[in-house]
């Protein structure tokens, strides 16, 4: 691999530190190395003991030697292979194109493995679910601190909801969210607070004016700044007196999650849970398709797997293939969404177990508040 580890998962997962630059990491006879800049020399060799630290310097100077005055990237990797009598070498599938290519040209085969780099990445440890359950409390700490700012507001004129006399908005509120979360040690990024008919579209991040009596979708995946480990939790809440037909709304939901949540078990088919939640909101009267040029009702996954990723996976959905097994961390988050209605949608993270799915998941669900 050759990728920075602030934002590619495999290459925080195959070191264990951050590193805001890119650099070569290899596998080869079981064993690990990294190419480091005297930058990051010192700090690879403290942090990531279970790789064999080279210096990139040192390589640099071994080209100039043989006489390239300006080693570049490719003739880095080239000489690390030769060393060790490499001739093909399997890359992630984002593994840049050009250098690739770079590659090929000097007679290196470069070969893409389908799928996933790590597969073993989907099965988390012990230690893992600890540090999602650690992202997943900043979150839990974001959302605690919307529900009291929301609870704290008063209805205004137009019914919009007024904190401190002053409009509370989807912004001020995501603001909220995401500093308390900062310092519970965690980054939150693209938080939602999408209220009423902006909850309809699932990934609105919501903005202006937020209103009593109608449901606003909280939405609240952070990142661990220690880990990189991700957390990922959503709540539906309404100021005020929800309606009727909101009410319905949520209990379906709230039942569908349920089930879900029922057949999180190993060897059961992701898209079969999906299925069993599409289908129990169609009997319900809950139907999902295009209505005046939009989608409403059903119509994302059930859900994903969650780690260094926000998604991995496995994934939950309509066109998901394979089964669940032990140890994968699951979130569970089916929402309904009807423009003249609004939006519900409840997210938990299970964790796959032998027997009964394990819900990481603390905050309780609570429509009014």
Known sequence: MVADSEHDANMLYATGMFVPDPFIWLRHRGRSCVVMSDLEFERARKQARHCRVLSLSRYQEKLRAEGVNRPNEAQVIALLLRERGIRRVIVPREFPCGLAEELQHRRIRVAARPGSFFPERALKSAAEVKKISAALLMA??????????????????GRRLLYHDVPLTSEKLRAVIDTAILQAGGLASHTIVAGGR????????????????????????PRSQKTGYFGDITRTVVRGRASEAIRKLYD???????????MMRPGVPTAKVHRAVQQFFERE????????????????GTGHGLGLDIHEAPRVGA??????????????????????????RLEDVALVTKSAPRNLTQFEKVLEI
């Open 140 to 157: 839990e700490i974001g959302l605690a601190e919307a529900i009291q700012v929301l609870q704290a507001a008063k209805p205004g004129k």
């Open 198 to 221: 902006q909850g309809c579209d699932p990934h609105e991040p919501g903005y202006g004016p937020l209103r009593a009596n109608e449901p606003i979708i909280l939405d609240i995946f």
């Open 252 to 262: 379906t939901v709230r039942r569908g999650q349920k089930l879900a949540f029922r």
């Open 285 to 300: 009267g809950y139907r999902t398709g295009r209505r005046n040029s939009r989608m409403e009702g059903f119509f994302h």
């Open 319 to 344: 066109g998901s293939a394979g089964v669940l097994r032990t140890g994968e961390v699951v979130t569970v988050e089916p929402g309904l969404y009807y423009p003249d209605i609004g939006g519900v």
